[in-house]
């Protein structure tokens, strides 16, 4: 059965923190791993990774991929009231579909 | 604009009754999905679409149909079977292996 976990479960900090989010997965026939951002309703994409060690950078966040290791982190720097929301990981996988496996997501909560 | 909807936003649904939350999307995306998220827990699959006249039953189908006559549509229906329907019902939809892209959710509350 595939498998995404999250930790943190939840993390408070204060504005201008730098956080790391962690997503460790098992799935079978592993394709891509998706972070997104849930604040009140729709999870919004944030990123896509597909190829080990290479970072993908939008703004003040960040992800990379070890595909060894099976996971995944999330960072995000000088971190504003704007970024508490859950973010959620997902792994898509399996044999000729585009299934997506979530984790439990961690709730981020930014103290101004 | 271009995007997916969601119908309606809140739905109440009384003991025994069937009930039908709509998708739609003109992203002319191939594939479309039907997640449950219940509080502390990740979304799971319920029913998904590849491509039209066809769908497969995700992780936690029982108590739901779904239909897909259209490339646009893919509503879901809550059966009288499924006993704790109470949750927050997201859609999505993507290009065939592609990242997938949510609708605004329809919260479904059992009277």
């Known amino acids: 059965e595939d498998k995404v976990v999250q930790s943190p479960l939840s993390l408070v900090v204060h504005e201008g923190d730098t956080v790391t989010l962690n997503c460790s997965y098992e799935?079978?026939?592993?394709?891509?791993l998706l972070w997104y951002k849930q604040e009140k309703k729709a999870p919004t994409f944030l990123f896509m990774l597909t190829s080990s060690g290479i970072e993908k950078k939008s703004g003040r966040l960040s992800s990379i991929l070890d595909k060894k290791e099976l996971f995944s982190i999330l960072n995000i720097t000088a971190t504003q009231t704007g970024d508490s929301a859950v973010y959620l990981c997902a792994v898509g996988g399996g044999f000729g579909n585009e299934k997506l496996t979530f984790g439990t997501g961690t709730r981020l909560t930014i103290i101004p | 604009d271009g995007g997916i909807t969601q119908s309606p936003k809140y739905l109440f649904r009384k003991e025994g009754q069937n009930v039908t939350l709509s998708c739609e999307q003109n992203?002319?995306?191939?594939?479309m999905y039907w997640y449950r998220q219940d509080p502390g827990q990740g979304l799971r699959l319920i029913y998904y679409?590849?491509?039209?006249?066809?769908?497969q039953k995700g992780d936690i189908a029982e108590g739901y149909s779904v239909s897909r006559e259209k490339k646009e549509s893919f509503p879901l229906t809550v059966t009288s079977a499924q006993k704790n329907p109470t949750a927050f019902y997201l859609c999505a939809s993507s290009i065939r292996a592609g990242t997938q892209y949510f609708g605004p959710g329809t919260r479904l509350l059992v009277l």
């Open positions: 679409s590849q491509i039209v006249n066809d769908f």
């Open positions: 992203l002319n995306h191939d594939a």
């Open positions: 799935v079978t026939n592993f394709r891509s």
